[in-house]
């Protein structure tokens, strides 16, 4: 049975990643009774941070219009969030996005690794710097509401030092909800910088797909940590290097937690949630059906023995 969680860690995967972790937790809360909302910590990551920034904000996750364990397809929902930019920025950038993301799924494995930051800078600043910007995702997040009230942590990392940031820690740099979602979720091969108090930042995934070592959890804490990339399907060596990335990391940074103390459970994409996300996590087109795959396996997850 699926313990309350104290903490939701809620990890990076684009639009997809995003639909599936508002389904998962949907479904979780309609077979737990559960309000999710009511979780004493969020961290989010990338898709995660705007789903944990909806959950602080005090709104419902979206849900499939049905509820039945036969849930039917729903009708293609409008573009939001990520999708809206992030559609048309990756089908420009084609082999190139995943040729950048290739460079950085190693350097999840080394958060802790001597000259990592470096490293990441490095390899940041080599990259084109794109023009589009995911202004409309920051709309979306101050229309929620969503402000920093202890609770919410939002990972991303400094363009030019590779370093990671947690907004909304004690003496993370000052930044709105919005600011920081956006900047979490700005993938560097595909949207522009985000400049936050003089400092460029880009998307948190680019230091961890999950950045579960960051959650505020100590003795007799639960943690549920979501993993969309970590069962991306494929079986090119890219992939699996993106794949046994974000599991790796993961499991790594759950170590660490434990050590405090804490009863983490880390959770990926089942079978019929991986093989609706498929490889893409930035097309908009399946994202409904994995909405729903994602609710049923919350469903399954909260009345498991």
């Known amino acids: 049975m699926l313990s309350r969680p104290d903490v939701l ?25 559960f309000d999710l909302r009511e979780c004493e910590y969020f961290v989010g990551t990338s898709a995660g941070s705007i789903v944990a920034a909806t959950l602080v904000a005090g709104r419902a996750l979206r849900r499939p219009p049905q509820t039945r364990t036969d849930l039917e397809l729903p009708a293609t929902r409008a573009a939001e969030g990520l999708a809206v930019a992030g559609l048309e920025a990756a089908r420009r950038a084609g082999s190139w996005a995943l040729a950048a993301a290739s460079a950085f799924a190693p350097l999840a494995l080394g958060v802790a690794a001597p000259g990592g930051a470096m490293v990441r800078g490095a390899l940041l600043r ?18 929620s509401g969503a402000r920093f009230d202890g609770r919410l942590r939002v990972v991303a990392v400094e363009r030019d030092s590779g370093r990671r940031v947690v907004f909304g820690s004690p003496g993370a740099p000052h930044a709105t909800v919005a600011e920081a979602v956006e900047a979490s979720c700005t993938v560097p091969w595909l949207f522009a910088p985000v400049e936050i108090g003089g400092t460029e930042y ?104």
């Open 202 to 305: 880009v998307d948190g995934g680019v230091w961890s797909p999950t950045n579960l070592d960051v959650a505020p959890a100590g003795r007799e804490t639960h943690v549920l940590c979501l993993v969309p990339t970590a069962s991306i399907i494929g079986s090119n060596s890219l992939l699996a290097v993106l794949r046994n990335a974000a599991r790796s990391a993961a499991s790594l940074e759950a170590m660490a937690v434990r050590r405090r103390g804490a009863a983490v459970r880390t959770i990926a994409p089942n079978a019929e949630s991986a093989a609706e996300m498929g490889s893409n996590f930035m097309a908009r087109e399946p994202a409904q059906r994995v909405l729903v795959a994602g609710y049923r396996q919350g469903l399954e997850l909260a009345t498991a023995r």
């Open 126 to 143: 080599r990259l084109p710097r794109p023009r589009q910007r995911l202004s409309h995702l920051r709309s979306q997040i101050e229309r």
């Open 9 to 33: 860690v809620l990890g990076a995967g684009g639009v997809l990643g995003e639909a599936w972790l508002t389904g998962v937790l949907a479904g979780i809360e309609d077979a737990s009774g």
